[in-house]
């Protein structure tokens, strides 16, 4: 029997990046999309942006979502602008008491923050709550064999994705997914939001500590994993 969506997960704003690269230090935003699922997952409210990150777009991150250096050059806005209105709505959607949903949430978060800080902006803090699909999935169903990408996490949860590494796709199915995850686990889960959102702090730092002991017994006896979250 499918559990009731918990109260929760009936509205979340979903966040997501294309960027110039992986290094979430180093690499720029190219282009956002902020939205807001209701209960069903649709889409209530949606913006997007388009940014000139200032620096050439490597072709190899290009290929991967579709934004050449001279598309982001003639139509996006400046960074400093996209930046801080990224910024601001993610801010007006947790004033607002909706939790943010990303997908592996310390890359885009911890390059958000390093966006903030490249272009002068304001860093408002670690923002909360947050819900990570990525963390849920791995905490509630951690023998399953295969990748965790979002493309082949949202396909197990029966969500559809067609246009994945599109910001706004990406964005909208890591939201489906985290009401996927909400219903079938909803026994389990947290009642409260902020306790979710705590209780994803130690199951990241977990899941961190097993894949580097992992590592290190089968490929590199150094290996380090960062189980900061949700920016590291």
């Known amino acids: ?4 969506l918990p109260l929760w997960a009936e509205n979340l704003a979903v966040f997501d990046t294309e960027t110039t690269g992986v290094d979430t230090s180093g690499a720029r935003i190219v282009s956002s999309t902020i939205a807001l699922l209701g209960g069903g997952g649709e889409v209530v409210e949606r913006y997007d942006w388009l940014i000139d990150p200032g620096v050439e777009i490597p072709e190899a991150a290009a290929r991967v979502h579709g934004i050449t250096t001279e598309v982001a050059r003639a139509s996006g806005v400046a960074a400093p602008v996209g930046v801080s209105q990224i910024l601001e709505q993610l801010g007006a959607m947790l004033e ?8 592996n949430a ?9 966006e903030t800080a490249r272009h002068g902006l304001a860093w408002p803090g670690t923002p909360s709550p947050v819900i990570d699909p990525l963390v ?24 559809p994705l067609d246009g994945a590494h599109d910001a706004g796709e990406d964005a909208i199915a890591a939201g489906r997914v985290a009401q996927a995850l909400a219903r079938r686990f909803a026994h389990v889960l947290p009642e409260e939001v902020t306790a979710l959102h705590d209780a994803q702090i130690a199951w990241a730092a977990a899941q961190a500590e097993n894949f580097q002991e992992y590592t290190r017994r089968v490929r590199d006896p150094n290996f380090v ?3 900061a979250w949700p920016v590291r």
């Open 136 to 159: 849920l999935d791995k905490q509630f169903d951690r023998y399953r064999k295969g990748k965790r990408t979002l493309e082949v996490v949202a396909a197990h949860y029966g969500v």
């Open 1 to 4: 029997m499918t559990q009731a």
């Open 96 to 103: 607002r008491g909706f939790p943010i949903v990303a997908y």
């Open 106 to 114: 310390p890359f885009d978060l911890s390059l958000l923050r390093a």
């Open 225 to 227: 994993a960062d189980g």
